[in-house]
């Protein structure tokens, strides 16, 4: 069983930057990719950013040149730094991981969400 646990979230002024963090713990082998992707009231889950092992990102265009992603192999951590935030960040923001637990199998796993606030 593997286990991702966020922090980082709260409420900021629009133009704030947060930072995100999740790490992962338990039954890890190695660590594929990793990501976050968030939900807003009335909307369904959408991803924001990912990376994977090679160090390849993928952006949603709505936060691209605003929002960083990044990670610490050694910790099994994500980062994701949001700049620039805007009231329509608002949102539950999940960490996922594709995380493979023997050499052979690997699932994917989520986190139980870190509330995001953007105040106009």
């Known amino acids: 069983q593997v286990q991702l646990v966020e922090s980082g979230g709260g409420l900021v002024q629009a133009g704030g930057s947060l930072r995100l963090s999740c790490a992962a713990s338990?039954?890890?082998?190695?660590?594929?990719?990793m990501g976050w992707h968030r939900q807003a009231p009335g909307k369904q889950r959408e991803l924001v950013a990912a990376i994977n092992s090679g160090g390849t990102t993928n952006y949603a265009d709505s936060v691209k040149g605003r929002f960083t992603i990044s990670r610490d192999n050694a910790k099994n951590t994500v980062l994701l730094r949001m700049n620039s935030l805007k009231p329509e960040d608002t949102a539950v923001y999940y960490c996922?991981?594709?995380?493979?637990?023997?050499?052979?199998?690997?699932?994917?796993?989520w986190g139980q969400g870190t509330q995001v606030t953007v105040s106009s």
């Open positions: 338990g039954s890890i082998f190695s660590i594929n990719a």
């Open positions: 996922n991981a594709d995380v493979s637990e023997t050499i052979w199998s690997h699932n994917n796993y």
